[in-house]
């Protein structure tokens, strides 16, 4: 009964930088493993970002040195902070979240429960 609930997406320039966050508001202190993917149409989901209850996080090689993830794990929010963004970052972005303590693969799809309803981020040239 996780509900995710996200914001920032917008369009932006590219080269310029976009903060987005996520929250678990049902039930709060019940998620774990929360994490970051894009989505363009007609393709799979990607993992972009993702991050423990350790605070360790994992990042796609595409957004490394330009994304940061982090998270307020006493609330359950998760942000993702997108820096130099390029048109190839354009993708609806969705926030990811389990409620178990540990996922194998932590940019795999399939390691999670719960879904945010996505938000779009457009980067024009």
């Known amino acids: 009964q996780v509900e995710l609930v996200e914001s920032g997406g917008d369009s932006v320039q590219a080269g310029g930088s976009l903060r987005l966050s996520c929250s678990a508001t049902t039930p709060p202190g019940h998620v774990h493993c929360m994490a970051w993917f894009h989505q363009t149409p007609g393709n799979e989901r990607e993992g972009v970002a993702a991050i423990d209850d350790n605070g360790r996080t994992t990042y796609a090689d595409s957004v490394k040195g330009r994304f940061t993830s982090s998270k307020d794990d006493a609330k359950n929010v998760l942000y993702l902070q997108m820096n130099n963004l390029t048109p190839d970052d354009s993708a609806m972005y969705y926030c990811?979240?389990?409620?178990?303590?540990?996922?194998?693969?932590?940019?795999?799809?399939?390691?999670?429960?719960?879904w945010g309803q996505g938000t779009q981020v457009a980067v024009s040239s």
């Open positions: 990811a979240a389990e409620r178990g303590t540990y996922v194998a693969d932590p940019l795999d799809s399939s390691e999670y429960t719960y």
